[in-house]
């Protein structure tokens, strides 16, 4: 009979948490559905050597950018893994490959309507000029490098034009001698007119490492490159991308590819692309109940899944959409935040996959690392990282002829040491660890830890050295703040990176149970680092950026990125370290900074700053888009792909110091739910709020850690019902546990709890 009652009781629980995560499903395809970019003027910033404002396709390995007016459509293309890859300052830079040319001189007077589908990641565009009126409807597949596009005549007038694939064009080259210059390529092109036509361009002379890339398209419903459509008319354009680091005959794969396309394989192909979208957007979902918000956050995220998958190629400050050479800030990889910052947002909304690519160019450049160590400040053991690096070791900054003979006055100023541009920074490779730090704590995937624990090691090994004894604390000495403040000490940034150093590489260490050795000394530093100076500025008790050195900036966010995203303080911090930090804040007001978005909000989640105004300034924000979500007249790109997405993760689902806490930083009068948010420990979160009250909260436990809830009905029982055929009564501030691998956990309040019939293990 027990057995019986056991097995009842599971079937409940398993119907409960399927109906629950059917129902999850169901809301959020219904609410990323509803979420639409909208254009309805043609994009102005593109080409660019910045963030550009026109709709954009990607798989996180090729990409396509849509430009120009109706009777000249530009389809501007790229890859991840297309780069100049020469060490040296100005040599190094993502490429552009080509473009894909609609000329259709009917549509010159025409109107402008493009709309974005996030849910399926497909874009359509209706042109209207009278009779004449042709729809465009277009996807890149996600699951195979294939530029899709379809035009339909639904007017009665005919509408015909061409399509032609093109080298890059003089709009596409950034040249401005001496700095910006136009480096030799490779490049052919063919079959224009015939049945398929193609493009190669590449890098193979004065370069580290040879790359090469190529496009090859063909037209389905028309002659060679023409086509001409009466009313109810179609025409299919399809165009394969490929690299050389993909495949060794990259032209002859894309030629073949496009050239045995048939309607059948297309109709395969668009449904495996609207799989793998619906899949993605399953990996978790919000819902704040605020329509704006929540485009925001999906637009992120559809941004990020666009052009982030490719590991050994991460996206560059503009993401996969370069469309002229050479980019600003040669679109590298800045280490002194810009990298870092796309990936804050997700992990805790469990999009491994897009996180993935973060390690390899960090990884990669250890070696380099290593000798700036050892030639810079005599640490052997540990990493030392310019600011600006490639994929593949590539240093993108490193000091060349180019930098001593036209812009020699980062050497004088003393921003180079050795051959590096560190701008008097030393945290570069600290700053990393904000995200593989979370990485691992969200995870505890030992796989993963093994991969980045020789770089964290190397990290903490250079923080457990390069602090000086003094007093009766460990000084940090001769390290910027900000770029070029040559000789700061103790800047706030590097005493909260230095002690994510040294606990992460703790942390680690003990997972892997390696390195007992080094804990002593790093242990010793982490608990002696000098405090975080402060200063008075109107009557409050603020943070200085520096002991010694700069004070306070006026703009960016140095200021508070040693709360987020170096995680230094939170809920459960000394209460006048969070005041400090909460008046700080206040006195920063960097809510729409250009640099430092990304990194206060979160912050002011973290510690606690009223939630409607964190509200009220995220709505703000959220209204200073472009179209395609990027942020208007900031040419930084991607990097504030994480700004929303974060901010309210952590408004949700906060897991500070492994607490965790469920709508701890949210407006009162907003209802909102979640699911499958990750959260430290390895657990995926799921919670609604209704009225200002909890409804429920599931937990699955990926690798059976001790939970430490919050309890969300305080001062009330809470009934734990667990996948393992458990139910329990428990009551406290805290609700802490054991859990086992894969158990998933039920919370409600004891008052709404119904029992189903049996006997089950309570108190």
């Keep these: 009979m027990r057995k019986y009652q056991l097995f009842s009781w599971v079937a409940f629980f398993y119907c409960l948490v399927v109906g629950q995560t059917l129902t999850a499903q169901d809301r959020a395809a219904a609410i990323i559905s509803a979420c639409k970019a909208v254009f309805t003027e043609p994009p102005i910033h593109i080409p660019s050597t910045v963030a550009v404002d026109a709709p954009l396709l990607g798989n996180g390995y090729s990409a396509a950018a849509l430009g120009g007016k109706p009777d000249s459509l530009c389809f ?3 890859r991840n893994d297309f ?5 040296g300052f100005n040599e190094s830079f993502p490429a552009v490959l080509g473009k894909l040319q609609l000329s259709i001189p009917a549509l010159k007077h025409a109107s402008y309507r493009v709309e974005q589908s996030l849910y399926n990641a497909t874009m359509s565009g209706k042109f209207i000029d009278g009779d004449t009126r042709l729809l465009l409807t277009t996807y890149l597949s996600a699951t ?5 596009i379809q035009l339909h005549n639904e007017g009665p007038a005919t509408v015909e034009g061409t399509a032609d694939l093109l080298l890059p064009q003089r709009d596409q080259f950034n040249i401005n001698p001496p700095l910006e210059n136009k480096f030799a390529d490779t490049t052919a092109a063919g079959g224009q007119h015939a049945a398929v036509q193609w493009i190669t ?12 890339a190529a496009a090859a398209c063909k037209m389905i419903g028309g002659t060679g490159n023409h086509f001409r459509l009466q009313q109810g008319q179609s025409a299919t354009i399809v165009c394969a991308l490929s690299s050389s680091f993909k495949e060794k005959d990259y032209l002859q794969q894309t030629i073949h590819e496009v050239a045995r396309l048939t309607p059948q394989r297309l109709s395969a192909a668009y449904k495996a692309h609207t799989a793998w979208w619906s899949k993605f957007w399953h990996e978790s979902y919000v819902d704040t109940g605020d329509s704006l918000l929540n485009k925001q956050y999906y637009l992120s995220h559809y941004i990020m899944a666009s052009c982030s998958r490719d590991v050994h190629f991460p996206a560059s400050i503009f993401g996969s959409w370069i469309t002229r050479e050479i980019p600003a800030w040669n679109g590298d990889y800045h280490l002194n935040y810009n990298y870092m910052a796309p990936y804050y947002a997700l992990y805790s909304s469990n999009h491994l996959e897009q996180a993935a690519p973060y390690e390899s160019p960090l990884i990669d450049f250890m070696e380099r690392g290593k000798y700036y160590s050892r030639k810079v400040t005599g640490i052997a053991d540990g990493v030392l990282y310019p600011v600006g690096i490639g994929p593949m070791g590539i240093e993108s900054t490193r000091k060349n002829q180019l930098m001593e003979a036209y812009a020699h006055h980062f050497i004088e100023s003393g921003n180079v040491e050795d051959e590096g541009l560190f701008f008097g920074q030393k945290t570069d490779a600290a700053y990393a660890l904000v995200n593989m730090a979370p990485a691992f704590y969200y995870t505890y995937r030992k796989a993963y830890a093994q991969k980045v624990y020789p770089y964290v090691k190397a990290v903490a090994q250079f923080w457990a050295q390069y602090p000086r004894w003094e007093n009766g604390r460990y000084v940090i000495e001769n390290d910027a703040i900000h770029e070029g403040t040559i000789g700061d000490r103790n800047p706030i940034l590097s005493l909260g990176l230095a002690r994510l150093a040294l606990q992460t590489a703790i942390d680690v260490s003990r997972f ?4 007992s050795t080094y804990l002593i000394r790093w242990d010793s530093v982490l608990t002696h680092l000098a405090p975080y100076p402060t200063q008075m500025r109107n009557d409050r ?4 950026y520096t002991e010694t050195g700069t004070a306070w900036w006026g703009d960016n966010s140095l200021g508070i990125q040693h709360i987020f995203p170096a995680g230094q303080i939170g809920p459960g911090s000394d209460t006048d370290l969070l005041q400090t930090a909460r008046n700080t804040i206040g006195a920063m007001q960097r809510w729409m900074d250009n640099n430092g978005s990304n990194s206060f909000f979160p912050a002011a989640v973290r510690v606690g700053y009223p939630a409607d105004s964190i509200w009220y300034f995220l709505r703000k924000y959220s209204l200073h888009t ?13 990097e504030n792909c994480s700004t929303v997405p974060a901010t309210i993760n952590e408004m949700m689902c906060m897991s500070y110091q492994d607490v965790l806490r469920l709508f701890s930083v949210w407006p009162s009068h907003q209802d909102a739910a979640f699911w499958n ?4 420990g390895a657990f995926l979160v799921s919670s609604r709020l209704a009225n200002n009250e909890v409804s429920f909260v599931s937990v699955k436990s990926e690798q059976g850690r001790r939970l430490m809830l919050e309890n969300p009905w305080p001062g009330q029982q809470v009934v734990v019902k667990s996948s393992r055929g458990t139910v329990r009564t428990m009551k406290g501030t805290r609700l802490i546990m054991s859990t086992q691998k894969d158990e998933i956990l039920y919370f409600e309040k004891a008052s709404s709890y119904q029992p189903v019939s049996g006997n089950h293990n309570g108190q």
């Excluded at 892997?512 to 390195?515: F, K, P, V």
């Design 541 to 544: 008790k603020v943070f200085r």
């Design 76 to 78: 501007y293309l790229a």
């Design 677 to 680: 948010l990750r959260a430290r």
């Design 83 to 87: 780069w100049r890859l020469q060490s």
């Design 512 to 515: 892997l149970q390696t390195d």
């Design 626 to 638: 472009y179209p395609n979500g990027f942020q208007l007249n900031n040419p930084h790109g991607i």
């Design 201 to 212: 361009r590449g890098f193979t002379h004065d370069v580290s490492i040879n790359t090469m």
């Design 144 to 148: 195979e490098d294939l530029l899709v």
